[in-house]
């Protein structure tokens, strides 16, 4: 009887301290982003919470802001425009380096991977030095050519874990079937890894929509990008507005995510 | 069926992401490297000076030092509440595990500007923080949390949890739960096991999971700037006001070699460390 | 299959939008006019008054860039050929500086009809004074019931814990310190009294704001009751519903003077010249007098009223004698300066 109820102590001191501990970090992972969404619909001037009244009229402030919708917009370039770069060179990439298991293909591996290690603030600042001795001037090509180099380690994440999933035998029997490369490639490969890729070139888009170290150094007034912009308005005034628009912002992702999930099964990829 | 290594196909697939990287990722770091060494652009000259004029300067050690100490205490943190998240994200039933991990990677996707800003929010004086912890008697006065370092340390491990806890989960999953299993039924309870046990080999997924914490937390410049409050300097802002508010392009360039080799330093420590306890796991 | 139509489709939309983003661009009447501000009130009255003004004018729309003088300087240093910016936005201390950097175009008068009606004090070659700058004791009403009268009164114990100091890179932080040297026997070549008073000071500081916006934030949070601060900024935040008031010293009104530039091979300068002439426009100058902003009107036809009679001056004369300062002295010792404060003055 003793032992049972040893046992009974101990596995609920386990459970209380892993449910506790897990419960509160959830908690912090979900409370700021509901108080951000709450906060954008008060009626005051004022960022206290909670807030005194309720109403849209930050929203509708957002409609007038030309200067945040013409960051919002170069954002959506940016990021547009590097993802097309990322999963070109990134799918190219992770086909040759994700169906070898030779030495080299490790070392490319972990070579390419480590824009994600590196401080991109370092590189950021090493691109815009770059830029400023090959003479070309800060403007959006060079602004996605840096994001390009800290997005592309996504797509070839989770483009050499669908590569890996792959079956060989697939492949084969459609060589031995007489298809040529290329369109065992078109036909049999693509479609099989499409999910991954997919999912990766979802994740950099995500990445260069919010990336701040390479934009701060990259981009200038002419080039404005939303997270420098609204992290310039934070830093000088308490502008209800930037409530608004993270409100905004958090719904799209939501939505993104959730088309994310169903189109491509981002979860299954993350993990 | 693969191709044979070095294949022409492969090579040519290789090309387009090889030649890129040259171009925009490995070039800019040696010009950064060139520039660290020299006295201005015109980089005809080759001096450590700004590396000696960083390292013998006990202010600029410190502020690389906080950053250092900054992103450690940031991934205790992380480690402390991402391990029961984790746990309770792979022993969930089936259908609250979709739930938690959508909260779990929700995170990562939305801007960092705008979660940070969230605490900002919350963290003032005024905030709810605060003001729940006065009702609830914890504290008599309101605590100095925005524009402290316990403040940032907070919201960095709140922001970059995410980074913490995927890891951990993959590499929870492919724990046999057989051996959880044996050892209950051998007589050790839960907390022995999960010591003896599960820890040890959950390590791979700890140390994935704290080097990209600790990489993120201390390049993390605008969760640095806007809860420290610009008054607390870190390396990220320091380089940044060096660069541009100074125009001290070499100075600047020498600090962000030394958070580089800092940052990868740990990092590679941390790996061994990894390495080491599995050696000693399993031979 | 459906996998296949949603990637195919987003790769579409993915193209188009990027090969919009790498097509060359060219200027355009569409194009914004991209110009400098500083933070706070002056962010918002240009975004709120100028901007709608000036479209209103030319058509064209104003995109801002928030930063301090010092910085705008750096910024157009390290850019010349194609400046981030066309219009620049100056207080006396760093406008020496631009010059010298010889990153400013001299004001072309002849194409800015509201420029000869400028009180004569506030016209320069180099750009017209488009305001007045005074700062004095930014206080919170509620929690310090006595109105403070000089700089001494930050020192009270009895606000310790309360007090807010702002860095030396703001004209704001730099006019301080050298009014606070003057009132202690100090002046423009030696702060050294501001020095000390202010290490004998930091057991009672509460916080340092590294810029204008976190000192606001530190009011907001009522962090901080008292500290030095602009007339302009303490009107913007009460509009806020902030609990501040600004308290005038009693040993004089120190004040410096604010003005805009063109800047040199700026990439719209007709555009960038009618801005600058946008503000010194009577009717630009008369909106901007008032709640919650009541930026200090330069041009003669402009009468002085509302908060600025009260707390500042009653006339353009008594404008004349507020404290200025010579800022080409301080000028010379900034950086030293600037250096030992963010060493010493830590909390």
Same mark, same amino acid.
């Given at each position: 009887m003793a032992e049972a109820r040893r046992f009974d102590l101990d596995r609920l001191s386990f459970r209380l301290t892993i449910g506790g501990l897990a419960g509160i970090a959830l908690f912090f992972l979900i409370f700021p982003t509901a108080i951000v969404l709450l906060t954008s619909f008060t009626s005051t001037q004022s960022l206290r919470f909670p807030p005194s009244g309720y109403s849209l009229r930050w929203y509708a402030a957002l409609i007038d802001a030309y200067q945040m919708q013409q960051a919002a917009l170069n954002s959506l370039k940016v990021a547009a425009a590097s993802t097309v770069l990322c999963v070109l060179l990134g799918t190219a990439g992770a086909l040759a380096i994700g169906r070898s298991t030779a030495r080299w293909a490790k070392i490319l591996d972990s070579l390419f991977m480590s824009p994600l290690l590196l401080p991109a603030l370092a590189f950021g600042f090493a691109a815009l030095i770059y830029f400023s001795l090959v003479g070309a001037p800060l403007s959006l090509p060079t602004l996605i050519l840096g994001h390009v180099a800290v997005c592309v380690p996504f797509v070839l994440r989770t483009t050499i874990a669908s590569l890996a999933q792959l079956d060989p035998a697939l492949l084969d029997a459609s060589l031995s079937l007489g298809a040529g490369q290329f369109f065992t490639f078109r036909r049999v490969t693509l479609p099989l890894i499409g999910r991954g890729i997919a999912a990766g070139a979802f994740l950099a888009f995500m990445a260069s929509f919010d990336n701040v170290p390479v934009s701060l150094f990259l981009t200038d007034a002419r080039t404005e990008v939303l997270p420098i912009h609204l992290w310039q308005i934070i830093d000088t005034n308490l502008d209800v507005r930037t409530a608004a628009a993270s409100g905004v912002l958090i719904v799209l992702t939501i939505l993104l995510m959730v088309g994310a999930e169903r189109f491509a099964g981002l979860s299954k990829q993350l993990h | 069926m693969t191709a044979p290594a070095g294949s022409a196909s492969e090579w040519r697939l290789l090309l387009p992401l090889g030649a890129f990287f040259v171009l925009f990722f490995a070039a800019p770091l040696i010009v950064l490297l060139l520039v660290s060494l020299s006295d201005g652009l015109a980089l005809d000259r080759f001096t450590l000076a700004q590396y000696a004029k960083f390292l013998g300067d006990a202010f600029s050690l410190s502020i690389l030092f906080d950053t250092l100490a900054l992103g450690v205490k940031a991934t205790l943190v992380c480690l402390i509440f991402g391990l029961p998240l984790a746990w309770v994200c792979v022993h969930a039933p089936a259908r609250l595990r979709s739930l938690l991990l959508f909260l779990v990677i929700l995170p990562i996707l939305t801007s960092v500007v705008v979660r940070t800003f969230a605490w900002i929010v919350i963290l003032g004086r005024q905030g709810i923080l605060n003001k729940a912890a006065i009702s609830l008697g914890l504290i008599d006065e309101p605590l100095r949390l925005l524009f402290s370092e316990v403040g940032v340390v907070m919201v960095l491990a709140q922001v970059q949890m995410p980074l913490m806890v995927l890891p951990l989960i993959t590499t929870l999953q492919r724990i046999d739960p057989n051996l959880a299993d044996a050892s209950w039924a051998l007589g050790a309870g839960h907390w022995r096991t999960f010591r003896r046990v599960i820890l040890p080999l959950w390590l791979p997924g700890l140390v994935a999971g704290s080097i990209l914490v600790f990489a993120a937390c201390t390049t993390a410049f605008v969760t640095q700037t806007l809860i +420290? +409050?610009? #008054?607390? $300097?870190y390396m990220p802002l320091y380089i940044y006001q060096q660069a541009t508010g100074a125009n001290n392009w070499p100075f600047a360039a020498a600090m962000s070699v030394l958070l580089m080799t800092s940052v990868l330093l740990v990092v590679y420590l941390l790996n061994m460390v990894g390495r080491t306890r599995s050696a000693v796991q399993h031979g | 299959m459906t996998v296949l139509i949603g990637r195919r489709q987003i790769l579409e939309a993915g193209l188009a939008a990027g090969a919009l983003a790498l097509l060359p661009r060219r200027a355009n009447a569409a194009d914004p006019l991209v110009v400098a501000t500083f933070p706070g009130t002056w962010n918002e009255a240009h975004r709120d008054v100028l901007a709608p003004y000036f479209r209103k004018k030319t058509g064209a729309e104003v995109t801002q860039t928030i930063a301090l003088a010092t910085d705008q300087v750096a910024k157009l240093e390290a850019s010349r050929g194609k400046p981030p910016f066309d219009v620049a936005i100056m207080d006396e201390g760093p406008l020496l500086d631009a010059v010298k950097a010889g990153v400013l175009e001299k004001y072309p008068v002849d194409k800015s009809p509201n420029y000869r009606d400028l009180v004569p004090a506030f016209q320069d070659p180099w750009g017209p004074k488009i305001s007045l700058q005074v700062i004095g004791i930014g206080f919170n009403p509620r929690k310090i019931k006595e109105r403070p009268k000089s700089w001494n009164d930050l020192f009270n114990p009895a606000y310790k814990g309360r007090v807010g100091l702002t860095a030396l890179n703001s004209t704001l932080g730099m006019a301080f310190m050298v009014d606070l040297a003057r009132t202690r026997g100090g002046g423009e070549s030696d702060i050294e009294p501001a020095f000390k008073a202010l290490k004998e000071l930091l057991p009672g500081v509460g916080a340092i704001s590294a810029n204008l916006g976190a000192h606001a934030a530190l009011f907001q949070q009522e962090q901080i009751d008292i500290a030095p601060y602009n007339f302009n900024f303490v009107q913007t935040l009460k509009e806020k519903g902030v609990d501040i008031e600004f308290a005038t010293l009693d040993t004089g009104i120190p004040a410096w003077r604010t003005s805009l530039h063109l800047v040199k091979n700026a990439v719209q300068p007709d555009l960038a010249v009618q801005y600058i002439d946008a503000h010194i426009a009577p009717e630009v100058q008369e909106d901007m007098? #008032? =709640? @919650?902003?009541? $930026?200090? @009107? =330069?041009? #003669?036809k402009v009468p002085l009223k509302g908060e600025i009679v009260k707390q500042v001056a009653k006339s353009q004369d008594d404008l004349a004698k507020l404290r200025y300062f010579d800022w080409s002295k301080i000028n010379e010792r900034r950086s030293e300066w600037i250096e030992r404060f963010n060493r010493d003055i830590k909390l």
């Open positions: - | +420290g +409050g610009a #008054r607390l $300097v | 007098e #008032r =709640t @919650p902003y009541w $930026v200090i @009107p =330069t041009n #003669r």
